[in-house]
């Protein structure tokens, strides 16, 4: 074990502290934490564990949600900047518009939000569970925010509904073009392409696999295929290589490298854990509406 890994277990011994880590991080990352998972995940662990504190390495609205679900924990976010451009798309007055233009509609909102957006709505969801979330939902019409392409997606499992979509995206996934995946299947036409719904609906029409970056994983150990083309973010790759080192991945675009989630690395989590750093708080009286998405969430799925 290096000297850094050395110090960042004993910090967290010393603290009582446990890592998560978002699917996306640093292979040097995953490599120190505790649970390594997708958004729904990461949010039933942080609901679930026992300890004084979460270092949580993935982006803001993240450790946010693992805040409002252990209110007694200490939260810390590694890298302070470390935010989703996504979740930045829609305010909470925004939603309170769309409310009032579509009043009755409920909606729901994607993890990817503000705790403000999220105590603006009725239900959460992940990319794990957003078809089954909105499927739950009585009445034919449902307000999605603010995943347009995730929102395309959902709508087309789910015919009988009307979904009133966010002009909201993932600026990573969206540069993937229908021309990369058209390459990449005559490169390796044995190969399944395997791709997240924050991509654009012409290229999850084009996958073999939809799902969220845990799903894709779990795709993968039970696939007898051996070539398997990722669109999702580059960090999935770590996972994908310890579980499965005989099979064989290509990154659908070179530029699936989410900046973000980029930030964070071992030595943010020593100094986050050193200096206690950065506390994420969340003021209690909407954090009270936000858990009420979520555990309607946690519940459902
Ligand atoms: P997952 O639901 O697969 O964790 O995806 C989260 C995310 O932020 C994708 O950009």
Redesign the pocket.
């Known amino acids: 074990m290096t000297e850094l890994k050395e110090e960042i277990e004993n910090l967290k011994r010393k603290r009582n502290a446990l890592i998560l880590a978002?699917?996306y991080q640093l292979d040097e990352v995953q490599e120190v934490a505790d649970y390594v998972g997708?958004?729904?995940y990461l949010s039933k662990v942080a609901a679930e564990i026992e300890s004084d504190g979460i270092v949580f390495c993935g982006v803001r609205f993240m450790a946010e949600t693992a805040k409002i679900l252990s209110p007694d924990k200490v939260v810390l976010l590694p890298e302070i900047d470390a935010g989703c451009p996504l979740a930045d798309t829609i305010t909470a007055e925004n939603v309170r518009e769309l409310k009032s233009q579509h009043p009755g509609v409920p909606v729901v909102c994607y993890v990817?939000s503000s705790v403000e957006v999220k105590a603006e709505s009725d239900i959460c969801c992940?990319?794990?569970n957003a078809v089954k979330v909105v499927a739950s939902l009585p009445g034919s019409k449902v307000i999605f925010i603010p995943d347009e392409n995730l929102g395309d997606y959902i709508a087309k499992q789910l015919p009988d509904k009307e979904l009133i979509l966010w002009q909201g995206c993932?600026v990573t996934?969206a540069k993937v073009k229908t021309e990369n995946v058209t390459q990449v299947r005559q490169r390796y036409p044995e190969a399944k392409i395997l791709i997240?719904p924050?991509c654009i609906p012409a290229v999850v029409k084009l996958a073999d696999f939809v799902g969220?970056?845990?799903e894709i994983i779990r795709y993968v150990e039970n696939s007898p295929a051996e070539v398997f083309v990722i669109g999702t973010?580059v960090g999935v790759l770590c996972k994908l290589r310890t579980v499965c080192p005989e099979k064989q991945f290509i990154l659908l675009h070179s530029g699936l490298v989410c900046p973000n989630m980029k930030k964070t690395r071992q030595q943010s989590i020593y100094d986050a854990l050193l200096n206690n750093r950065y506390e994420i708080n969340v003021d209690e009286t909407i954090a009270e509406k936000a858990r009420h998405t979520l555990t309607l969430m946690l519940e459902l799925a």
């Open positions: 978002h699917n997708d958004s729904f990817n992940t990319s794990a993932c996934h997240h924050e969220s970056t845990s973010e």
